[in-house]
């Protein structure tokens, strides 16, 4: 008789976890458990537990809002069944209309950032500085201090890992492992392959 | 028919025209090569190329000769500006810095088509937005204040404040016929009388009200005014006939 009431009532777990609830719903980036153990008051691992029983509640197929792992930390997204209704009401701005030249300077910045301008340029062979802007402007990257002589040094942001979806940075494949497929030699084979012999 | 090179439309990141347009771009030092893609030129023609039934070999020849021209300058301006001066490398040392620059180059694209992946899988995360990273974060600049504190200073605030007095504002002006009578006893004495020896003991206000009952005088004629100069003493006179003058008329108005 008394053991439902006192899962219920009296677990302090599921306290906390109410607590962390209405944290991240206030938060509007992302919360690590150092931000979330500060604010609630508890020690780390009582709120990675807290963590555990969230996560599980808030997940896609149970509930409409998610709790994901996100840019080193802790935050509620839409579920992904609910885009399309999200998508008719609201922008997705940030990432609307990234050029290839944005993609590959963005790629340059995450695996290798900091790094600066010149060192972008001599890595993909073209000028930087308006597709570096671009990405200023959109929140992916910020600056991040300077080189010896004075070039401004570029990071990507935590933005960059919540648009993309990412846990941090390391969780980016290695470039060793990424698909050797060379997209010129591919459509140069293709090409090949059509002519008549 | 021969394939006219020159006339290959580009559609490039940097440049979208003709091929001769982009070549005499580049010689003019209007367009940077550095941001050229030459691999796209080279896809464009052999897409064309392979449009064809037959191979145009002028053509080919053609374009070979301008892309390896193409390539050489765009070498040249890539490993220009650079601390190590790669061009004072031998060419097989050049090639191979530029060999190891092209891999890197290619990881990099690789990079960047798993970034696109990811975010063609993850467009339908949908998240709230905080303010944008660069934006200055907000700090509470006050110090922390003392509640009892501030319930004094705006009870301060709140009290009544003491009445405006508006006394200086009263003017108290004697009346006129005070002087009438004091200047006409003094002509009654005396033909004449100096303005400013009769007047210098009293108040500004008094003398101000004594300079109107002058004038009032000076209206109805009893009296004559003179000043040697501006600012000098004004000298009153009594004028003959005023006594006689006055009174009849005095005597038809209240008759």
């Known amino acids: ?54 996560t599980e509640r808030f997940q896609e197929g149970r509930s409409g809002i998610v709790l994901e792992q996100v ?25 609307r209309g990234l050029s290839q030249a944005a993609m590959e300077t963005l790629a340059v910045i995450a695996y290798l950032g900091p790094c600066s301008r010149p060192e972008i340029a001599r890595l993909r062979g073209v000028a930087a500085d308006s597709v570096v ?13 300077r080189e010896e002589g004075g070039a401004v040094r570029y990071r990507t942001t935590p933005l960059f890992e919540r648009v993309f979806g990412l846990e941090s940075l390391s969780v980016l494949p290695r470039l060793d492992d990424l698909g050797d497929a060379d997209d010129i030699r591919d459509r140069l084979e293709q090409l090949a392959e059509k002519r008549p012999a | 028919m021969a394939m006219p090179v020159r006339e290959l439309e580009l559609d490039l990141e940097a440049f979208e025209g003709p091929f001769d347009l982009l070549l005499a771009l580049v010689l003019r030092d209007e367009l940077d090569l550095g941001e050229v893609d030459v691999a796209g030129i080279v896809l464009a023609f052999l897409e064309r190329l392979a449009e064809r039934e037959e191979l145009d070999l002028d053509a080919c020849g053609e374009f070979l000769v301008l892309v390896a021209a193409l390539l050489e300058l765009k070498a040249r301006a890539l490993l220009t500006g650079e601390e190590t001066d790669l061009e004072d490398l031998d060419p097989a040392e050049a090639a191979a810095e530029l060999a190891r620059r092209l891999a890197d180059y290619r990881r990099i694209k690789e990079a960047a088509a798993w970034l696109v992946d990811r975010l063609d899988e993850e467009s339908d995360r949908y998240f709230r937005l905080g303010p944008a990273p660069l934006a200055p974060k ?66 500004r206000v008094e003398q101000a009200v004594a300079f109107l009952a002058l004038l009032e005088l000076r209206k109805a004629g009893e009296i004559e005014l003179s000043q040697a100069a501006p600012f000098a003493p004004i000298r009153v006179q009594r004028n003959a006939e005023t006594k006689t003058e006055r009174n009849p008329s005095w005597t038809a108005r209240s008759a």
């Open chain 1, 1 to 54: 008789m008394d053991r439902p009431l006192r899962l219920v009532a009296a677990n302090p777990l599921d306290r906390l976890a109410r607590t962390l609830e209405a944290l991240l719903v206030v938060a509007s980036q992302p919360l690590s458990v150092a931000e979330l153990s500060e604010a609630a008051a508890e020690d780390g691992e009582r709120v990675e537990m807290a963590l555990g029983l969230l």
């Open chain 1, 71 to 95: 840019a080193g930390g802790w935050a509620f997204r839409a579920s992904r069944e609910a885009a399309e209704a999200c998508g008719r009401m609201f922008e997705r701005p940030v990432e």
């Open chain 1, 133 to 145: 802007a671009g990405l200023v402007e959109r929140g992916l990257i910020a600056e991040a201090g």
């Open chain 2, 138 to 203: 907000v700090e509470r600049q006050l110090a922390p204040q003392d509640p009892a504190e501030l319930a004094t200073v705006i009870r301060a605030l709140t009290a009544e404040p003491p009445a405006v007095s508006l006394a200086h504002l009263e003017l108290r002006f004697p009346p006129v016929e005070q002087f009438l009578g004091r200047f006409r006893s003094l002509l009654a004495r005396r033909t004449r009388f100096d303005f400013d020896t009769e007047v210098h003991q009293l108040t």
